[in-house]
């Protein structure tokens, strides 16, 4: 497994269980690459990295108006990290995309949960847009 330094760092994700590459924080890598990329033998839970990639092809689908597409994305990508805000989301906007709007609500209440319990300090900050996505289903 090769990991850049940035991704390794968490920043981008958020601590603990946001983080998809939190794993190997713990880990000393086999080998670095230019100081800047980590290499990591073994076998690993890469499902949360799996989902957020997923649920940014389901948004780029969608925008490309390929919502067939982007609707099984991004339900793949809930399958994979059912407790991402980010899947939830993903899904949630594409359902009301294909006017599906009693379970687009499910999606965003279900992330707004997930921002209230896990690691909520941090998540502070997404409450505003994901109360405001709600609104629009009400």
């Given amino acids: 497994m090769l990991i850049s330094a940035s991704n390794l760092s968490g920043l981008e ?3 603990g269980p946001l983080d998809p590459y939190g794993q190997f924080k713990h880990l000393k890598p086999t080998a670095v690459i230019d100081r800047g990329v ?3 033998d073994g076998k690993f839970d890469m499902s949360l990295a799996a ?3 997923k649920a940014q092809k389901a948004q780029n689908l ?3 108006k390929q919502l067939d597409q982007a609707l099984q994305e991004a339900q793949a990508a809930v399958a994979l990290a059912p407790n991402s805000i980010r899947t939830q989301l993903a899904l949630g906007d594409i359902l009301l995309e294909t006017g599906q709007t009693q379970q687009a609500r499910a999606s965003y209440e279900k992330a707004l949960e997930l921002a209230k319990t896990i690691e909520p300090e941090f998540q502070i900050r997404s409450l505003p847009d994901i109360e405001q ?3 629009s289903v009400r």
């Fill in 51 to 53: 989902a957020i990639s």
């Fill in 13 to 15: 994700f958020g601590p």
């Fill in 38 to 40: 980590f290499v990591f």
């Fill in 133 to 135: 996505r709600l609104q």
């Fill in 62 to 64: 969608a925008q490309a």
